[in-house]
T-cell receptor, first 113, second 116 residues
Framework: AQSVSQHNHHVILSEAASLELGCNYS??????LFWYVQYPGQHLQLLLK??????LVKGIKGFEAEFIKSKFSFNLRKPSVQWSDTAEYFC???????????FGTGTRLQVFP | EAGVAQSPRYKIIEKRQSVAFWCNPI?????LYWYQQILGQGPKLLIQ????????DSQLPKDRFSAERLKGVDSTLKIQPAKLEDSAVYLC??????????????FGPGTRLLVL
């Protein structure tokens, strides 16, 4: 079955701490991978995506994610978080020739000054 | 560039009543999606339109949910009759291209539905 697992449901960090959010997927065939973010009171928006090429993907606001095919993972990282990174983060997977996305349950990140 | 518009933002109804949600995608976007997001879960695709045709409605509960996209632009999602378990946020999204994979989806603010 197609699915996405986000193991961290709620993460609390202090500013300047490093961040890594886990994402594992189950999906047959070639995949496209996404991280979407929802800041408080705002819409879901794309943070970064992987669809081919370099497995290390850089996104907005200093975020990056690494696609490790052998581990079916696409973990999100940021070396130093800011209070403004407080948000809910969703990992999603799609097939190479389809725009249908399977989302994980999300990780709520709280960053304290 | 205007984003995806949705209305209403909030709706409270009693079970067995009907409700409709409206979405206006970003101008020129060929693909439109409706998602259901239940509290504590990620968005789940209900239906995907490509212009005014349905690409995927495999997870749409067709006995009570219906959706249409008139003239390949605006779309409405209807629930009739509503059940308690339909309480959720209904998200509309759009993307520029046609089923090419890897497309960025742009989301609207959502409609929060509470069924009592």
């Amino acid at each position: 079955a197609q699915s996405v697992s986000q193991h961290n449901h709620h993460v609390i960090l202090s500013e300047a701490a490093s961040l890594e959010l886990g994402c594992n997927y189950s999906y047959g065939g070639t995949v496209n991978l996404f991280w979407y973010v929802q800041y408080p009171g705002q819409h879901l928006q794309l943070l970064l995506k992987y669809f081919s090429g370099d497995p290390l993907v850089k996104g907005i606001k200093g975020f990056e994610a690494e696609f490790i095919k052998s581990k079916f993972s696409f973990n999100l990282r940021k070396p130093s978080v800011q209070w403004s990174d407080t948000a809910e983060y969703f990992c999603a997977v799609g097939g190479w020739n389809t725009d249908k996305l399977i989302f994980g349950t999300g990780t709520r990140l709280q960053v304290f000054p | 560039e205007a984003g995806v518009a949705q209305s209403p933002r909030y709706k409270i109804i009693e079970k067995r009543q009907s409700v409709a949600f409206w979405c206006n995608p970003i101008s020129g976007h060929a693909t439109l999606y409706w998602y259901q997001q239940i509290l504590g879960q990620g968005p789940k695709l209900l239906i995907q339109f490509q212009n005014n045709g349905v690409v995927d409605d495999s997870q749409l509960p067709k006995d009570r949910f219906s959706a249409e996209r008139l003239k390949g632009v605006d779309s409405t999602l209807k629930i009739q009759p509503a059940k308690l378990e339909d309480s959720a946020v209904y998200l509309c999204a759009s993307s520029l291209a046609v089923s090419s994979g890897g497309e960025t989806q742009y989301f609207g603010p959502g409609t929060r539905l509470l069924v009592l």
